[in-house]
């Protein structure tokens, strides 16, 4: 193909809504088992750089003051004694005459924030000053001498309180009339008709706790002045809004100005880089580096981390019609939320998504009291998977039905039946298969459903424990929204291709997966193809975002390469070194670029592969001649020298949470476990999971998602709650000791499953993975030990003391 032809198929493929147009016929590299991570060696041995262990020469630590109370406003701030510490070499306060009312600090748009703010809304918000030292140590104690008259308000915890007509406000600043922040509602049909029809009516309460995003490394952050010219180390999610952020800072720094690093991420899951102040440290940190001309790192405690939570916090009323076939005919679930900052994403979507249900009422407020501040941790769909699969779960055991009977019987998606989404599926030019049905085929060997399912509280094991088994299913994650660019340069001398573009490496192995999509589309050697994403070369790719690695990075990936290789094969078959003093001959005279292929990074003819090239030899050595020729071009003689080989390419995809596009793949997880009745302790003995990622690209990244996804769900199921004090409104657990998380050993065998419809949105017809594992598992707890004693149990996480009291032995 010619580039031309290559860029007009890349604008065809822009917001793609069907099958993949032109898929690859041949997989060598994509799909390939045991490829060895690019990060693999460094992340191993424990010589991989994250952002936390940048140190620079003379480097100064940033700290912030913390608000002891859930709502306070400052009123009066003595720093004199904290100036005057050794080793304090800078205080910075909310009023400092330097710092402006409000700046754009992150989240994902433009904010206005206050880049210190004087009134706190949760205890423990970095709130009025901070102090700049030689050591982090001399900060924190610099911290402690600082006098803050404090004028207390009252404040929330609950969001059912916060709801009353005569509640205090929480954010009286943003809120002045009451607490409700936003209001929406989604769905289709009747439900109060639908209700009135169904033969049998349920209606239950589920409370989830708040949870967070706690990760390895900390939030951090490292700037340093050249001059003019700020350079910074992030500990972020998203490089491009970091850098649209930071050009705005200061009365405008020039975009090309900007300089950034993005090491090695401790893990990000969302979380704190959504935040609106998210950048407000680094704001901070970049004020104090330019007065004390320091590079300053600030970086957040442990306690600190615990800034925020998920937005899947609050209460859930659930009212259900269904028929005694098992057939749901209306769902409406009311989403009381908790300090949530985004309202499109409410507790009834994966409904729509998924089933023929034809009346659902999805309404949900957003509820402001004084805790930090929630948002998407480790993916948006919380709320939603747990509504699905608690009400699925519900309908089968109030019928005594077989819960995949009920799924597959409810299978659709926007209220249609399969019949709807198989012509769906047909006019997106996809080869119809039944995801769902493919998926349970597999899982259901996997775990012996058929044997092992019983009737609830049936099952006492020769331990003493009961044992509980739960299925779950929904669609699979596809692209969330975004856009994605990259590029690709053939290196002089040996010819090996270099990846470029600026993003965030959080440890899902998608660098070696872009690698595989891009030396299967040229013909390259995998050992070839180099991705290393930490440093700014001017191009973005879509951040790790709810399984955009496939969906929008994928695309431009492939673009890119295919851009390339028609470049490639123009060159091979081109006259060389074309200048005004002459020509060299093509390296295949009388030859097409149509009539040459690429193998294992050589270049051959078609009908006759003994007339090969290199990739080495088609770009040539470098030397004193510059980089393109080993030779000197002065005098008499010419030396032939090839020109640059280098692509970009980009993808918009911004179709998933537009509604218009049917998701057709599926995904579907088992669990069993094992209940004690006397000390209410559940142990989750054995998980199946089973993903339709549409075509698999890197078999061990998905099994990433898979293996991890499974023992975070199973942590928040069991265990994961930040705990306030009602009296004072302060975290009691804002460490890694009370605040428990899972670890691998939490959790017995893990049995990870995948299918390939190729029904996915994706190039070669591919869909996400990323997050829904852990997103989908943690609901399926309720159902499990439902199965296993008999008694439903609708707060999570559901730790022993709530088993002991749904079994009235507390």
């Known amino acids: 193909m010619s580039v031309q032809t290559e860029y007009d198929r890349m604008i065809e493929m822009e917001d793609n809504v069907g099958f993949d147009k032109y898929p690859l016929k041949d997989f060598d590299q994509i799909g390939k088992k045991d490829v060895r991570r690019l990060d693999g060696k460094e992340k191993a041995s424990g010589r991989a750089e994250y952002t936390m262990d940048v140190q620079l020469p003379g480097m100064l630590y940033l700290k912030f003051l913390t608000s002891p109370y859930p709502h306070a406003e400052i009123k009066s701030m003595d720093t004199s004694k904290a100036e005057a510490l050794p080793g304090v070499r800078g205080i910075l306060r909310y009023d400092d005459p330097d710092l402006p009312e409000v700046a754009d600090l992150g989240g994902h748009g433009p904010t206005a924030v206050a880049p210190i703010p004087k009134v706190a809304h949760f205890e423990g918000e970095p709130t009025g000053v901070a102090v700049v030292a030689d050591t982090e140590h001399i900060a924190e104690e610099a911290l402690r001498l600082i006098q803050v008259e404090w004028a207390e308000r009252p404040f929330l915890l609950d969001v059912e309180e916060a709801l009353q007509p005569d509640a205090p406000l929480a954010h009286p600043e943003d809120f002045p009339e009451n607490n409700v922040e936003v209001e929406h509602v989604e769905g289709h049909g009747d439900v109060e008709k639908g209700l009135s029809q169904a033969d049998r009516v349920l209606e239950f309460k589920v409370t989830r706790r708040l949870h967070t995003y706690v990760s390895p490394e900390r939030p951090c952050g490292v700037v340093r002045w050249n001059g003019d010219y700020p350079e910074f180390w992030l500990k972020h999610q998203r490089p491009h809004e970091n850098k649209r952020a930071i050009s705005s800072w200061f009365d405008h720094i020039p975009m090309n100005k900007v300089e950034m690093h993005m090491p090695y991420q401790g893990a990000t899951f969302g979380g704190w880089t959504q935040f609106h102040w998210n950048q407000g440290p680094l704001y901070c940190a970049a004020v104090m580096a330019k007065r004390t001309g320091h590079p300053v790192k600030y970086a957040f405690d442990r306690r600190g981390d615990f800034y925020g939570g998920s937005m899947d916090e609050g209460n859930y009323y659930y009212r259900v019609g269904f028929n005694d076939d098992g057939t749901i005919i209306a769902v409406e679930v009311k989403a009381h939320f908790s300090n949530s900052m985004w309202e499109g994403f409410g507790a009834g979507t994966h409904f729509e998504d998924n089933t023929r249900i034809p009346n659902l009422h999805a309404p949900r407020k957003v509820i402001k009291v004084n805790k930090g501040p929630n948002t998407a941790v480790r993916c948006e769909q919380l709320s939603n998977t747990m509504s699905f699969t608690l009400v699925m779960d519900r309908v089968a055991t109030e019928l005594g039905m077989d819960p995949i009977d009920v799924a597959i019987k409810n299978d659709g998606a926007k209220g249609h039946d399969m019949a709807w989404l198989t012509e769906r599926k047909e006019e997106a030019d996809f080869t119809p298969r039944d995801s769902l049905k493919e998926c349970l085929e597999k899982g259901k060997a996997a775990i012996d459903w058929d044997n092992k399912w019983h009737p609830p509280g049936a099952d006492k094991l020769p331990n003493g424990k009961m044992h509980g088994i739960a299925f779950t299913w929904t669609h699979e994650w596809d692209d969330s929204c975004g856009s994605g660019e990259i590029a690709m340069r053939v290196e002089r001398n040996d010819g090996t291709l270099s990846i470029l573009g600026m993003r965030c490496d959080n440890g899902v192995n998608a660098e070696t997966g872009y ?43 492939r673009h890119c390469a295919r851009l390339l290789k028609a470049k490639i094969m123009e060159a ?236 009235g032995k507390i």
């Not at 299967?520 to 879509?542: I, S």
């Not at 003093?581 to 149509?594: A, L, Q």
Request: proline residues 8%; negative net charge.
């Open 515 to 557: 690698c595989q999509i891009a030396a299967n589309e040229l013909g390259m050697r995998l050992e070839d193809v180099f991705y290393r994403p930490h440093t700014d070369t001017g191009f973005f790719p879509m951040c790790p975002d709810s399984s955009t690695n496939t969906g929008v990075n994928g695309w431009a990936v």
């Open 572 to 807: 091979a078959t081109s006259p060389r070194a074309v200048t005004q003093r002459g020509i060299y001959p093509p390296h295949f005279p009388d030859m097409k670029p149509e009539d040459l292929d690429i193998k294992d990074s050589i270049i051959f003819v078609k009908a006759d592969p003994a007339q090969k090239l290199s990739f080495a030899e088609l770009v040539g050595p470098s030397a004193e001649a510059g980089p393109l020729s080993f030779h000197e071009l002065y005098g008499a003689e010419r030396h032939p020298f090839s020109v640059p080989l280098f692509a970009h390419a980009y993808q918009a995809q911004i179709g998933c949470y537009a509604g218009f596009r049917p998701k057709f793949c599926r995904q579907v997880h088992f669990m069993e476990v094992e209940v004690d009745t006397e000390t209410g302790e559940i142990e989750v003995t054995n998980v199946v999971n089973v993903n339709d990622v549409g075509k698999v690209i890197s078999p061990e990244s998905c099994a990433g998602q898979q293996y991890g996804g499974t023992y975070m769900g199973v942590g928040r199921a069991l265990f994961e709650e930040i705990v306030h004090d009602p009296v004072t409104g302060v975290m009691l657990n804002g460490n890694l000791l009370d605040y428990k998380i899972a670890t691998i050993e939490d959790c017995g065998p893990i049995d990870t499953n995948l299918v390939e419809t190729q029904q996915g949105y994706g190039p070669y017809g591919a869909t996400g993975i990323g997050e829904d594992i852990a997103t989908v598992i943690p609901a399926m707890l309720a159902p499990a030990v439902y199965n296993a004693i008999g008694v439903w149990i609708y707060e999570f996480p559901i730790t022993p003391d709530r088993v002991l009291k749904a079994l």
